[in-house]
């Protein structure tokens, strides 16, 4: 009965490894710009492999994972009080989904042509 | 106040930015920089193209952005792995993990600000 | 009278050192929870089964078992929510079990009183000053944290706690930060000293089963949480303190 929990909260941790993963992949990518433009689509033929698309997924969908549960989480460790009664936590969370939507928004917003 | 021991309050500060910094904004990076041009999708593919990335990453503000969003997501993620290798019960004593994790992403930082001003 | 039901009982015999499960087969009521078949069987099977219990309406927190495998208040559960059975109980898992389903409390005990769990004040407002007075808007900020019973089944839920001996654990550290919010209280410097040092808060990961598990919705990971912001606050504060006492 306790093991769904447990295998949900090892999700959670295990997250961070992807997140590491892709840092590097993220830094290569700034370095290989920084080359002459052959070796950078050397690089991009490298990130465009079944491989990297397979790892691309994954990394996509254990950072998401991350972003809901590390979300949700936040009104639990904030206590915020108004007329004597604590603000509800979808009030808290609502408004940090909105965020993130706005934040994904900005990056293709700079990213895209 | 005497703070008992330890500088955890301050790995903890760093490990809870840096969880709400790559939960805004590292899904999106991973889609538009691996997975949209990995699925042939043509505004993704041309978003990737040389002369727009260098453009891109010639900007300080981009480079701070993206500094922060690398170091913190850094702290973060090595304060998880931290505790993940408790979880996994690996018979280690607990303050060389701590050290060696926070290492690992003192020294990712220290290489995030190097790749992105001095290459 | 009609239905049977088993049960699965742990034993334990200290002295012998011996552990072993017994069936226990027996006819109960409908609105009998485990604690009332647990009585049946000392009662009129086997005196010699060991638990505790008193006031079997879920105030006094002595009833704790694992039902099961899960953390459970035996007095607040019912055996029809367990049929068919068989019914396993265990005595809480990560404390030292004494006889069958008994654990030592020495180690929590320890634990409760190193948080100093009462109105701490610098200097004792003398009795013909009256009472402290709080507003119900001050009492709400704790109230919830009040509710807890002692129980323990948070630490039999929280895997920091099986692997962190020393972990202070959810309901002493909820505990602490219940006083730290009240408004009566004075002794949070000293209180913080214990729950921020390394047996304290900062090796809760926020695995959430202490708050799953509690039978009064206390929500001991969210306290934790709390308290952690409130350390690093304390942290951050701590160094404006001490480069504005060095000027």
Redesign the interface.
């Known amino acids: 009965?306790?093991r769904p929990?447990?295998c949900m909260?090892?999700v959670?941790?295990?997250?961070?490894?992807f997140?590491?993963a892709?840092?590097i992949?993220?830094?290569s990518?700034?370095?290989s710009?920084?080359g002459d433009?052959e070796s950078?689509?050397a690089f991009?033929d490298f990130?465009?492999?079944?491989g990297?698309?397979v790892?691309?997924?994954i990394?996509?969908l254990f950072?998401?994972f991350?972003?809901v549960t590390?979300?949700s989480?936040?009104p639990?460790?904030?206590?915020v009080?108004r007329?004597?009664?604590?603000v509800p936590a979808s009030t808290i969370a609502g408004p940090g989904f909105v965020?993130?939507a706005a934040?994904?928004a900005v990056?293709?917003l700079?990213?895209?042509? | 106040m005497n703070i008992k021991g330890s500088h955890e309050a301050f790995w903890w500060s760093l490990f809870s930015v840096g969880g709400v910094v790559s939960a805004m904004v590292v899904p999106v990076l991973v889609f538009a920089t691996i997975v949209g041009p990995g699925l042939g999708w043509d505004v993704f593919a041309d978003a990737m193209r040389y002369d727009r990335l260098s453009r891109l990453l010639g900007n300080q503000l981009v480079k701070m952005g993206l500094f922060v969003v690398i170091a913190l997501s850094l702290f973060h993620a090595f304060h998880r792995i931290r505790h993940l290798i408790t979880d996994l019960h690996v018979p280690v004593p607990g303050m060389p993990v701590a050290a060696l994790s926070y290492l690992l992403a003192i020294v990712g930082t220290v290489v995030a600000a190097i790749v992105l001003w001095l290459m | 009278m009609g239905s049977k039901v088993t049960f699965e009982v742990f034993r334990f015999d200290s002295e012998t050192e011996e552990s072993s499960y017994q069936d226990f087969e027996m006819e109960y009521e409908d609105e009998w929870v485990i604690l009332d078949g647990l009585n049946y069987i000392k009662g009129f099977i086997d005196g010699s089964l060991s638990h505790r219990w008193s006031c079997r309406m879920g105030v006094c927190g002595s009833c704790g078992m694992i039902v099961n495998g899960y953390p459970t208040l035996t007095c607040s559960t019912f055996i029809r929510d367990y049929l068919p059975g068989p019914i396993r109980v265990e005595p809480l898992t990560n404390f030292k079990v004494e006889r069958d389903l008994i654990v030592n409390l020495d180690d929590f005990l320890r634990k409760l009183q190193q948080i100093s769990p009462w109105i701490v004040r610098d200097e004792e407002r003398a009795i013909e000053h009256g009472e402290y007075l709080q507003t119900p808007a001050e009492l709400a900020t704790f109230k919830q944290f009040t509710l807890c019973i002692n129980c323990m089944l948070c630490y039999s839920a929280c895997p920091v706690v099986s692997h962190e001996l020393n972990f202070i654990g959810p309901a002493v550290l909820t505990l602490g930060h219940r006083y730290n919010l009240d408004s009566r209280d004075q002794g949070a410097d000293m209180r913080l000293d214990e729950m921020l040092s390394s047996d304290g808060i900062w090796s809760c990961t926020f695995v959430g089963e202490c708050s799953q598990v509690c039978p009064k919705h206390v929500d001991p990971a969210g306290a934790i949480q709390q308290s952690k912001v409130s350390g690093v606050m304390a942290y951050f504060k701590s160094f404006v303190m001490s480069s504005g006492s060095r000027e």
């Open positions: 009965m306790r929990r447990y909260v090892f959670r941790e295990v997250t961070a490894i997140v590491v892709y840092v992949v993220l830094l990518l700034v370095v710009v920084g433009p950078y689509e991009r990130l465009a492999s079944p990297m698309l790892f691309g997924v990394t996509l950072t998401l991350h972003s590390f979300i989480l936040i639990r460790g904030m206590a009080w007329n004597g009664k604590r965020v993130f934040v994904v990056v293709l700079v990213l895209l042509p």
